[in-house]
C-alpha cells in the first residue's frame, strides 16, 4: 500500500476515535445534568422525619406488593376464565339424558334439565330461606365471595384441626357446578373463587340463586329441587311443606350421606340443622319451626328399586363425550339413549357379588368388588362398580387402577406367539434374575423344563418373565418389555404400564373395564373392540342421531386369527385343569386366567366364551390384604355365577381354539339322578380360605421336593399338577401368588386342598 494511503487510514481511525470519545463525553455529561435536574426537582417533594415512615413508606410498600399482588391474580385468573371460552357455557352442563335398555326398557335418567316451567318466584318461601340460612346468608349482600363466612370457615376448621365448616358462597358452587369438579385443590378454590366473581357480573342474584336450585346434586341420581321433590316426596317443589324444605336443603352439604331414601335417621338429623339455621338467621320464629320438628318429613321408600346406578353413571360420561363431537351448530341437550345393558345380567352379576361378599367376604378379609360383562363387540352388559352405591359412588370396575397380577400373563404369551414361539415350545423354570430382581414362584420350587401351555396352566411366574428377556434378544429386557406393552396397546390397554421388571407377572395397573374388553380380542379372532355403552342416541321427539354399528369406532385387527385361536386354547387348560375350575361352565366352552397380586391384595379372575367376556376383581379399597384370597376362589365362583346368567336363552357359540364345551361330570351326590332330569352345573362353593400353619408349609415343601426328585430319577410324572404349599411370598419377591384350588367332596363340602396354579 503506498505510503500516503497509509496515512489516510491512520488519520481516518484518529478520527472516528476522537468522535466516539466526544460523544461518549457529551452523552455522559448530559445525563449527569438531567439527573441533577430531576433531583432537583424531586426534592421539592422530599418528606423527612416522621411523616416519611407514617405515609410514604407504607404507600410504596403498599404499591409494589399490589403491582404484585395483580400480576400473580391475573396469572392466576387465566386458567379459570379460558373455563368460560365456550359461548354456550350456560348450557355446558344442560344435558339430560333418558336410559334404556337394549330392549327399550326405561332403566333410569342423568343430567340436568334447565327446568324454566317453574320460575323462581314459585319456589315455596320456606324452602328459599332454609337454603339461604344454610349455605349463604349473605347471598345478597357479596360479591360472589362471602368474606366474613370465608374467614369464620377458616377460624373454626383450624381450631377443629380439619375441616368442618364450608366457606363457600352459592355462587361459588354454583361455579364449581358449571365449570368444575369436585376435587380438593387449592386450583380448583382459585378458579372457583375468579369464576364466582364473573358469574356475579353476568348474571342477577336471582339467576344465580335459581341456576343452584336447579342444578345442584340432590342425591339418588337427580339434580335440582324439583327433581328431589319429585324422588324424595313424589311431589312438586311447589307443594313441599317447611319440613320437607328444611330436609332437601340438607342435601346441598352431602347429598349422599343425608339421601333419605339411604338414611332417613340422618336425614331427619340434617332437617333439624337447618331448622336450626333458620331461627339462628332471623328467618323463622322457634314457634314457626315447631311443627316442622314434631312432624319430620317422610320419604317415598324407595329401598327396592333396583337401578343399575354404576352403569347410568359410566353411561352418561360416554355421552357428555359424544356429544362434544356433535356439530357445533346442534343444540339438542335433551337425549333419549339406548344402552347395550342386560338387566337380567346386570341383577345376577350384583347378587352373586352380594352373596359371595356377605357369605365369605369377613372369612377372607374382602370388602369390595367390581365386575364387568362385554359383549364381543365390546358392548356392556353389566357393570358393578362395588357393593353398595349408596355408600359410595366410586366406580371401581373403570376408575380404580390396580394389579391384574397373573391375569396380566395372557399378553406376555400373546407377545411370545407372535414372535416364533409355540404353545408347545419349552422353557426351562428355573431361577432367574433381572438386576437384582429375582421372581419366585409360589411355593418358592421350579418344575424344570415345562411347555407354554403348561406354563398358563399352573401360573408359574418365572416363564414370562424369562420370555420378556428372549423376546428382548440383544437389546435387552427392557426391549422385550416394549413389545409387551405394545401388543397390550394393540389389545386396547390404556394403563400407563410402566417399564418394569416385574411388568411381566402383573405389576402395574389397569381397570376391570379395560382388562375385561381387551380379552375380547382372543374369542373375537384377534380383532380388537373399543367398550362401549350407548347402542343409539335419539333426540327427545325419537329422531336418530347417533348408532354406534354406523358412526362408532370399528373392530381393528390386534393379533392374527390363528395366535388367538392358540392362546384361547391355551387358557381353556387354566378352566379346565388349572387354577380356575370354579369358573367351568356346562356345555359351554370356556377360557380365562386367574390373577393373585402380592400379599393377596387383589384377586381376579377374567374369561370369556364364544358369546361373552367378563372380568371379576376382589379386594379392598385402603389397599390392605385378604386373607389369601386367590383368583381361583371367589373371583372365580362369582365369574361362574354371572355367566351362568347371561347365558341363559342365549345360543352357545363355537370358541374359536377350543371348539364347543364339554358337559361336567356329575357330583357324587348327582349320580343317581334320573337320566331325563335336566342337566345342572356342577357347583363348587369357595368355602372359607385354608388355614396353613407355617410348620405344615415346611413340611409341604420338603414333601414336593422329594416327589419331584423321585419323579426325576424313575423318569415318570408324580403328579399332573405338582401341589402347591401355602407359605406366603415375602414382598421383596414381588412373586405374584396363584390360586388354593379346593375340590368339591361328596357333600358339596370344599376342602382345602391347597394346588398349583
Request: with cysteine.
Amino acid at each position: 500500500m503506498p505510503s500516503h494511503w497509509k496515512q489516510k487510514v491512520r488519520n481516518f481511525f484518529l478520527d472516528l476515535d476522537a468522535r466516539i470519545d466526544s460523544t461518549l463525553f457529551s452523552s455522559g455529561k448530559g445525563l449527569r445534568e438531567l439527573y441533577e435536574r430531576y433531583s432537583t426537582f424531586m426534592d421539592r417533594f422530599y418528606v423527612g422525619r416522621w411523616k416519611r415512615w407514617v405515609f410514604i413508606e407504607p404507600l410504596s410498600e403498599a404499591a409494589t406488593l399490589g403491582l404484585g399482588g395483580m400480576i400473580l391474580l391475573l396469572t392466576l385468573a387465566i386458567p379459570a376464565f379460558r373455563e368460560t371460552a365456550d359461548e354456550d357455557w350456560l348450557k355446558k352442563s344442560d344435558l339430560a339424558v333418558t336410559f334404556l335398555d337394549r330392549y327399550g326398557n326405561p332403566i333410569g335418567s342423568r343430567g340436568i334439565k334447565h327446568n324454566d316451567s317453574i320460575p323462581l318466584e314459585d319456589f315455596p318461601d320456606n324452602l328459599i330461606k332454609a337454603t339461604l340460612a344454610t349455605e349463604d346468608r349473605r347471598f345478597y349482600d357479596h360479591f360472589g365471595i362471602d368474606v366474613p363466612g370465608l374467614a369464620r370457615a377458616l377460624v373454626t376448621n383450624a381450631q377443629a384441626g380439619g375441616v368442618r365448616q364450608g366457606g363457600s358462597s352459592i355462587t361459588q358452587q354454583l361455579a364449581k357446578n358449571l365449570f368444575l369438579n369436585n376435587e380438593r385443590t387449592i386450583e380448583r378454590k382459585v378458579k372457583e373463587a375468579f369464576l364466582a366473581i364473573w358469574l356475579e357480573t353476568r348474571l342477577t342474584k336471582n339467576e344465580i340463586l335459581k341456576l343452584y336450585l336447579d342444578r345442584a346434586y340432590m342425591g339418588g341420581g337427580t339434580f335440582g329441587v324439583d327433581g328431589a321433590a319429585h324422588f324424595y316426596f313424589n311431589k312438586s317443589v311447589r307443594d313441599v311443606n317447611l319440613a320437607e324444605a328444611a330436609m332437601l336443603a340438607g342435601l346441598f352439604k352431602a347429598p349422599t350421606k343425608y339421601a333419605p331414601h339411604i338414611n332417613l335417621p340422618a336425614a331427619r338429623a340434617r332437617a333439624n340443622v337447618v331448622l336450626d339455621n333458620l331461627v339462628d338467621a332471623g328467618f323463622m320464629t322457634e314457634g314457626q319451626v315447631f311443627g316442622a320438628r314434631r312432624n319430620p318429613a317422610v320419604a317415598v321408600d324407595r329401598r327396592d328399586e333396583n337401578s343399575p346406578n354404576y352403569y347410568l353413571d359410566y353411561a352418561f360420561d360416554e355421552m357428555r363425550k359424544l356429544v362434544d363431537t356433535f356439530p357445533k351448530s346442534y343444540t339438542e341437550r335433551v337425549f333419549v339413549v339406548r344402552t347395550a345393558i342386560d338387566m337380567n345380567v346386570q341383577k345376577a352379576a350384583e347378587d352373586a357379588i352380594e352373596n359371595q361378599l356377605r357369605q365369605f367376604g369377613r372369612d377372607y378379609h374382602a370388602t369390595q368388588a367390581a365386575t364387568v360383562v362385554s359383549d364381543l363387540d365390546g358392548g356392556i352388559r353389566a357393570m358393578v362398580g362395588g357393593r353398595d352405591y349408596g355408600a359410595s359412588q366410586f366406580n371401581r370396575a373403570t376408575d380404580a387402577y390396580r394389579q391384574p397380577g397373573s391375569s396380566f400373563k395372557p399378553y406376555v404369551y400373546t407377545t411370545a406367539l407372535l414372535n416364533g414361539f409355540t404353545p408347545n415350545s419349552k422353557i426351562v423354570d428355573g431361577p432367574v434374575c433381572i438386576g437384582n430382581w429375582c421372581p419366585q414362584n409360589y411355593g418358592h420350587s421350579y418344575s424344570g423344563q415345562v411347555t407354554l401351555t403348561q406354563a398358563i396352566t399352573r401360573s408359574i411366574n418365572v416363564v414370562p418373565v424369562k420370555l420378556s428377556i428372549m423376546l428382548g434378544g440383544k437389546e435387552g429386557p427392557k426391549a422385550g418389555r416394549a413389545k409387551i406393552v405394545e401388543v397390550a396397546r394393540r389389545f386396547g390397554l390404556k394403563a400407563p404400564l410402566p417399564d418394569t421388571p416385574s411388568l411381566p407377572i402383573g405389576s402395574d395397573e389397569v381397570t376391570v373395564l379395560e382388562h375385561a374388553v381387551a380379552y375380547a380380542t382372543f374369542p373375537n379372532r384377534g380383532k380388537a373392540v373399543t367398550p362401549h355403552s350407548v347402542l343409539e342416541v335419539r333426540t327427545g321427539a325419537g329422531d336418530l342421531v347417533w348408532r354406534w354399528d354406523r358412526d362408532g369406532p370399528k373392530a381393528r385387527q390386534a393379533i392374527p386369527p390363528n395366535i388367538a385361536a392358540d392362546m384361547a386354547g391355551m387358557m381353556s387348560h387354566v378352566v379346565s385343569e388349572g387354577t380356575a375350575r370354579r369358573a367351568a361352565l356346562d356345555g359351554i366352552p370356556t377360557a380365562g386366567k386367574t390373577g393373585t397380586t402380592n400379599a393377596y391384595r387383589d384377586a381376579w379372575f377374567v374369561g370369556y366364551t364364544g358369546n361373552f367376556t367378563c372380568a371379576v376383581w376382589y379386594g379392598n379399597d385402603d389397599y390392605s390384604p385378604t386373607n389369601r384370597m386367590t383368583g381361583g376362589s371367589l373371583p372365580a365362583q362369582t365369574w361362574h355365577d354371572i355367566m351362568v346368567a347371561a347365558h341363559q336363552g342365549v345360543e352357545v357359540r363355537e370358541l374359536n381354539g377350543v371348539g364347543m364345551g364339554q358337559k361336567l361330570p356329575p357330583q357324587p351326590a348327582q349320580a343317581n339322578a334320573q337320566a331325563n332330569a335336566a342337566p345342572r352345573v356342577l357347583e363348587t362353593k369357595p368355602g372359607p380360605p385354608p388355614v396353613l400353619t407355617k410348620r405344615g408349609a415346611d413340611i409341604l415343601v420338603r414333601v414336593e421336593k422329594l416327589l419331584d426328585d423321585a419323579a426325576r430319577t424313575t423318569g415318570k410324572t408324580t403328579l399332573n399338577e405338582p401341589s402347591k404349599t401355602g407359605k406366603a411370598e415375602s414382598s421383596s419377591a414381588l412373586a405374584f401368588p396363584e390360586n388354593y384350588v379346593t375340590a368339591a367332596g361328596p357333600d358339596g363340602a370344599t376342602p382345602a386342598v391347597p394346588r398349583k396354579n
